[in-house]
Each structure stands twice: as structure tokens, then as C-alpha cells.
């Protein structure tokens, strides 16, 4: 069986930001403690110091489900208009 997985669009809120993005996701861990993780790609580059500065940062689905994230440290190229930030998830899986 394979694991559940996710690849479309999506909404990162990070208090009054709102960023449209790509996400790649993925579940990993046992059936009974579900945990996911995943890609974001379509960040702006400029934002990144907004997003790790915010204290609490959301990603919403577009069934409007919402779950906390936390972002991953990851090498960004800064001449980049856009980047692919690395995060994990809290909660149940939103796919």
C-alpha cells in the first residue's frame, strides 16, 4: 500500500501574507501517528525572512482545510524570484 500524497495548489498564511504556492506533500510514520511533510514551490524569495520571522504559519487547502506548518531550513538562491521551501506539518494529514 502505498502512502497518501498531494501535489497541487495551495494557500501559505503567515499573518497578513497570503502566498498562492504549489505543494508537493507526503504521510509518513504509522497508520495509528500519521505525520506529512512536504515541498512548497512557487515562494516568492523576498518573503522568505517574513515567513521564518511570523510566529505561527498555516497552509490551507482548497477544500479550506488548514494545518499549522513549520518550516525547514533550506538553501535559497537569493538572485531567485521564486524558491522551494522544505516543511513539516502539525495534525492529521489535510489530504
Known amino acids: 500500500m502505498t502512502s497518501p500524497t498531494y501535489h497541487d495548489d495551495a494557500l501559505l498564511i503567515a499573518g ?3 502566498i498562492p504556492v504549489r505543494a508537493q506533500l507526503e504521510v ?3 497508520r495509528t501517528s500519521p505525520q506529512w511533510r512536504g515541498t512548497l514551490d512557487g515562494v516568492p524569495t523576498a518573503m522568505i525572512y ?3 520571522d511570523s510566529p505561527e504559519i498555516r497552509l490551507r487547502m482548497p ?3 488548514e494545518r499549522y506548518v513549520h518550516l525547514r531550513e ?3 538562491d537569493h538572485e ?3 524558491t522551494s ?5 502539525d495534525g492529521t494529514p489535510p489530504f
Not at 521551501?85 to 506539518?89: A, D, E, K, R
Request: hydrophobic share 40%; net charge negative; aromatic share 8%.
Open 63 to 65: 477544500d479550506e482545510q
Open 16 to 18: 497578513e501574507l497570503r
Open 28 to 30: 509518513f510514520g504509522t
Open 80 to 82: 531567485a524570484e521564486f
Open 50 to 52: 517574513d515567513l521564518k
Open 85 to 89: 521551501v522544505p516543511i513539516s506539518g
Open 74 to 76: 533550506a538553501a535559497h
